[in-house]
């Protein structure tokens, strides 16, 4: 079956530390995976989009990874701070080649930063 | 600017009646989404439509839901005979497509069936 997977045990980690979250998805061939940060009582808010054909993206203290072949995305944020602190939810492309706008979500993990 | 808005925040209703939950876009955007979010979960695609027309609308769980753009802007997601399993936050975001195809999301509508 089709999956999206994102540990669903909350991350917790020390002020200042690299907090490193995993998106892994079977059976989907996407042509692209966003990132998005969800406060509670609030909806996403977009923070980042890597393509297939793309290994890396940053965006200031943010890195994203794709692997096609390992099916996973990695996402960091250095220099944690306790306003990181969040839920993140990746976002496959799943629609194919005639559907650009379709996304199934995972269902996030929370991050806590401790200061 | 103004983001996407919903309306209303928060809905409570009795099993079997009918809702109606509204989502204004941000202006100008073409593609509009529509989701369902539950406890701990991430948001489920429900609809996406594009301009006017409903591009794909093969995560409406069944027959009772039905959501309409007849302008291309404003939404609106219709739910008949609720059910207690139909309780969620109801999630709708809009896009003008772009190089990130980035999505705006609405606060959401808070669903609660009883």
């Known amino acids: 079956s089709q999956k999206i997977e994102q540990n669903s045990e909350a991350l917790n980690i020390q002020e200042g530390k690299t907090a490193t979250l995993t998106c892994n998805y079977t059976?989907?061939?996407?042509?692209?995976l966003q990132w998005y940060r969800q406060d509670p009582g609030r909806g996403p808010v977009f923070l980042l989009l890597?393509?297939?054909?793309?290994k890396e993206k940053r965006k200031e203290r943010l890195k994203v990874t794709f692997d096609t072949t390992l099916k996973q995305s990695l996402f960091h944020i250095t220099a944690s701070q306790p306003a990181d602190s969040a839920t993140y939810l990746c976002?496959?492309?799943?629609?194919?080649?005639?559907?650009?706008?379709?996304?199934?979500f995972g269902s996030g993990t929370k991050l806590n930063v401790k200061p | 600017g103004a983001g996407v808005s919903q309306t209303p925040s928060n809905k409570v209703t009795e099993k079997g009646k009918y809702v109606e939950l509204r989502c204004d876009p941000i202006?100008?955007?073409?593609?509009l989404y529509w989701y369902r979010q539950s406890l701990g979960q991430g948001p489920e695609f429900l609809i996406y439509?594009?301009?006017?027309?409903?591009?794909?609308d093969s995560g409406l769980p069944n027959d009772r839901f039905f959501a309409v753009r007849p302008e291309g802007s404003v939404s609106t997601l219709k739910i008949q005979r609720t059910e207690r399993g139909d309780s969620a936050v109801y999630l709708c975001?809009?896009?003008?497509?772009?190089?990130?195809?980035?999505?705006?999301f609405g606060p959401g509508t808070r669903l609660t069936v009883l």
């Open positions: 975001a809009s896009s003008s497509g772009g190089i990130d195809n980035e999505q705006f």
């Open positions: 059976n989907y061939s996407p042509a692209y």
């Open positions: 890597i393509r297939e054909n793309e």
């Open positions: 976002a496959l492309d799943v629609g194919g080649p005639y559907n650009f706008n379709k996304f199934y």
């Open positions: 202006s100008g955007h073409t593609a």
């Open positions: 439509f594009q301009g006017t027309g409903a591009a794909d």
